[in-house]
């Protein structure tokens, strides 16, 4: 090995260290400059998702689900539940919750009346197939949930059964896990936060 090659090892080293460092400074600063906004986004993008379910509350009020004696094992898809409220009084819950349809990730926000009636079912994020389980997003479909107030079925082809669900064409699972989420927001209301919650 000759001189020329041997010093140029570690300039080689050096230079890969300060590319190395310079780089972890800029992302850590991209991270602390997008941080606040990304955050300001997520807690928008909630709000009108609540807002979009329960369109009759005014105000909402997280519910701090540690101080409920509940089946967490049961529940432990249920994220957030909120109270709304309209001229002091409560109108209903949201829920936010995370279950799995055809893949995991399965992101709703259910709002139920105080009188145990769906208000509205939003999809905030997934993972179901494009052309399938995605169609859960069509508001058309979602539609359906509107108004029922009993544990819900889904159904290939509809029968006219009361509190059945039309599955979406090709995409059963994700119609369940669907359909799922909100009897589970149901259940959890009718047993721990009053009927109707």
């Not at 409560?90 to 208000?119: C, E, N, P």
Request: include cysteine.
């Amino acid at each position: 090995m000759n001189k020329a090659n041997s010093g140029s090892i570690p300039n080689l080293v050096l230079r890969l260290v300060i590319i190395t460092v310079c780089a972890g400074l800029i992302l850590g600063l991209v991270y602390a400059v997008t941080k606040g906004p990304i955050e300001e986004q997520n807690i928008k993008k909630a709000t009108e998702a609540r807002q979009a379910v329960l369109p009759d509350a005014q105000d909402f009020k997280q519910v701090a689900l540690d101080g409920i004696d509940y089946d967490h094992e049961k529940f432990s898809d249920i994220k957030e539940v909120y109270e709304g409220t309209a001229d002091g009084g409560t109108v209903g819950y949201t829920y936010s919750i995370v279950t799995k349809g055809y893949k995991a990730g399965l992101t709703l926000t259910i709002g139920i009346a105080a009188d145990g009636k769906v208000t509205g079912v939003e999809i905030t994020a997934h993972d179901e197939t494009p052309g399938l389980g995605a169609n859960a997003t069509n508001p058309e479909w979602l539609e359906q949930f509107k108004e029922t107030d009993g544990p819900l079925v889904v159904a290939k082809s509809p029968t006219g059964a009361v509190n059945e669900v039309q599955a979406l064409t090709g995409a059963t699972i994700t119609s369940r896990g669907v359909t799922n989420a909100v009897n589970l927001a149901r259940e959890f209301g009718e047993q721990y936060l009053g009927k109707g919650a």
